[in-house]
């Protein structure tokens, strides 16, 4: 079955850099394209950053633009967000995500924490 397993997260000051890793199994994962999504406490889940199957093309919230990269290593079948310039409401847990015959699918998440 599908499986997303993100890590990476944690707590660093403002101004901090973190890289988040997605470790995708259970599906072709250079037919997909793959995102990455945060939600903050009392908020809706938003859309971060989305790459397409082979690493062409990338999407980037406003909020993000600038400081957040994202990537995928289809030999290892990982998709990883780099985060620069890190600010307080950055402070979300951070999920991976894929579609596809109309379903989605999610990891467990991983907190990332903004703070001095």
């Known amino acids: 079955q599908v499986q997303l397993v993100e890590s990476g997260g944690g707590l660093v000051q403002p101004g901090g850099s973190l890289t988040l890793s997605c470790a995708a199994s259970g599906f072709t994962f250079n037919t997909k394209a793959m995102s990455w999504y945060r939600q903050a406490p009392g908020k809706e889940r938003e859309l971060v950053a989305t790459i397409s199957r082979f690493g062409s093309s990338t999407n980037y919230a406003d909020s993000v633009k600038g400081r957040f990269t994202i990537s995928r290593d289809n030999g290892k079948n990982t998709v990883y967000l780099q985060m620069n310039s890190l600010k307080p409401e950055d402070t979300a847990v951070y999920y991976c995500?894929?579609?596809?015959?109309?379903?989605?699918?999610w990891g467990q998440g991983t907190q990332v924490t903004v703070s001095s």
């Open positions: 995500n894929t579609a596809f015959y109309g379903k989605d699918y």
